[in-house]
């Protein structure tokens, strides 16, 4: 299929905010214990409890922003729990995920270091369904005030002397669901109640997230903007990409095209909640004040065979990628609202970045894109024209490819690409106008064989990003041929 790109280096469509690549670790299944926390006295190698390996993997996609501890598990946890000597920390029970026992030896200090070690944002999900106000304004309390109080008090007795810088705070999750089961009007009304003592002490700004919509739920987000949009900088959304039904799922590995053609299509989907949701929000902010923050999206599949069903560990092939893929490129497009998303979930849940068994780990496809469009956190969004071919199947039709492009503080242009079709390649020409030199072009490319092509612990090489010579250049044009379900950068 032939598909005609026009990129126009000289319209600006604002910064892609580099938090769009932001990511989620909830205490879920793996994903905290034995993907992140492994303790000091583990034999994998650690920095104060911290696996060593996988977060030099991770240093790797320059993550911006880290929202933890929930997702469900956040409007459950009680953070008191989680700080002091680990031995005599409270024991739980993780009644969402799998049933069983959460020894709270990761808590606030052990976050907050591997922030630091990941050198990226917190960003903390406090508890409206099961929590008191009180709670949650201790909490910030604890981490952010510098001077004699008692939450301050306790902090410097748990050995830390000065409080924490802490810009991202969510107030509950999915409040309609998990989160206490609310209508919206009675969450607007809560929201506006816990927010007021999210307080901002010294010179520590909170951006107050809250809690958002269920995929097409547009009445939660009216409501919410109506009745507290001034009291809040963002709002979320959450959509997974699941073929088949919720009460049916598909498996990760082991599908067929028509289960490839719908989750492709489900991605897409994305693009059409992104629009309707800021619509609403248009109406009562139009200025975009609000960032629409899409903190939970990504594939979700039956756990693998053999798996606790409740930790929701799948394997991740090049499908995912090509879901991670366009999903980046909407939320490009959509840099005037959304201001940032987090996929989950980072370590051994749902469309995780990395799978861990034991000592051994395995980076993913949706690892290899994140790490290929990296170059796009905090670049100027290009304009882009994209007249493209179709990819079909069973009489519907897609489009067959997805461009993006961004230009560098550096002023390199980088234009990342996918080809959704499995069967067929993309040939792509892309006119790019409105700069003058161009200099070489250069590309990398994540490409497989088969459509359920993924890495394992024996064979974690499988699919991995190689240098991509499919395009020829001449002048303003690049002849481009994508091969069958790829991604591919190039720099200009
Ligand atoms: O990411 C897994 C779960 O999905 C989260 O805990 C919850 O917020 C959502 O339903």
Redesign the pocket.
């Known amino acids: 299929m032939k598909s005609n790109v026009i990129i126009n280096a000289d319209i600006s469509k604002g910064k892609i905010n580099k938090n769009i690549y932001g990511q989620f670790a ?1 205490h ?1 299944g793996r994903c905290i214990y034995e993907g992140l926390w492994v303790g000091q006295d583990s034999p994998i190698e650690n920095t104060e409890g911290i696996r060593n390996d996988v977060i030099a993997a991770l240093k790797k996609l320059s993550i911006p922003v880290l929202r933890w501890p ?4 956040a409007d459950e946890y009680h953070w008191k729990d989680g700080i002091g000597p680990k031995e005599t920390r409270k024991r739980m029970v993780n009644t ?1 995920w799998g049933g069983v026992v959460e020894n709270n030896h990761f808590g606030t200090h052990e976050f907050f270091k591997l922030c630091e070690m990941l050198d990226a944002e917190p960003y903390i999900c406090g508890n409206v369904g099961s929590g008191t106000v009180q709670e949650m304004s201790e909490w910030v309390e604890y981490m952010t005030f510098g001077g004699e109080s008692p939450m301050a008090n306790l902090r410097q007795a748990n050995g830390k002397e000065e409080p924490w810088k802490l810009k991202y705070f969510g107030v509950g ?2 409040n309609w ?2 989160g206490g089961n609310m209508r919206p009007e009675y969450y607007a009304d809560l929201y506006r109640r816990y927010q007021t003592y999210v307080r901002n002490y010294g010179d520590n700004r909170i951006f107050r997230i809250a809690g958002g919509a269920n995929v097409d739920d547009y009445r939660w987000t009216e409501a919410l903007m109506r009745e507290a949009g001034h009291l809040m900088d963002g709002l979320s959304l ?1 959509y997974y990409t699941i073929p088949g039904k919720w009460e049916d799922k598909r498996h990760a590995l082991g599908f067929d095209e028509a289960e490839w053609f719908e989750t492709m299509q489900k991605s897409l989907y994305m693009d059409v909640l992104i629009t309707r949701h800021s619509a609403i929000m248009d109406r009562y902010d139009p200025d975009k004040r609000v960032g629409l923050i899409i903190d ?1 999206w990504g594939t979700w599949f039956l756990a693998e065979p053999g798996t606790n069903p409740g930790f ?1 560990y799948q394997q991740n092939t090049i499908r995912d990628a090509l879901v991670a893929a366009l999903h980046l490129h909407i939320f490009h497009s959509h840099n005037d609202r959304v201001q940032m998303t987090n996929i ?2 980072m370590v051994n ?2 469309q995780a970045m990395i799978l861990t068994e034991g000592s051994k780990m395995v980076l993913t496809p949706t690892y290899h894109v994140f790490e290929m469009f990296k170059i796009h956190q905090d670049a100027e969004a290009l304009s882009v024209e994209t007249a493209s071919g179709s990819y079909e199947w069973d009489g519907v039709s897609i489009p067959q490819v997805s461009v993006s492009a961004s230009k560098a503080p550096s002023g390199d242009i980088h234009i990342s690409l996918c080809n959704t079709d499995p069967n067929n390649e993309a040939k792509i020409t892309t006119q790019i106008r409105g700069i003058e030199s161009r200099g070489e072009a250069e590309g990398v490319i994540l490409a497989a064989a088969n459509m359920q092509a993924h890495n394992t612990f024996e064979d974690p090489e499988r699919v991995k990003p190689e240098a991509f010579h499919g395009f020829k250049k001449e002048g303003g044009v690049l002849e481009i041929t994508l091969p069958p379900m790829s991604v591919a950068v190039i720099k200009l």
């Open positions: 909830e879920l929930g997702g469900c598990f969402h999750n999915e669901g998990c959450h939970e929701l989950a979930q849940v749902l």
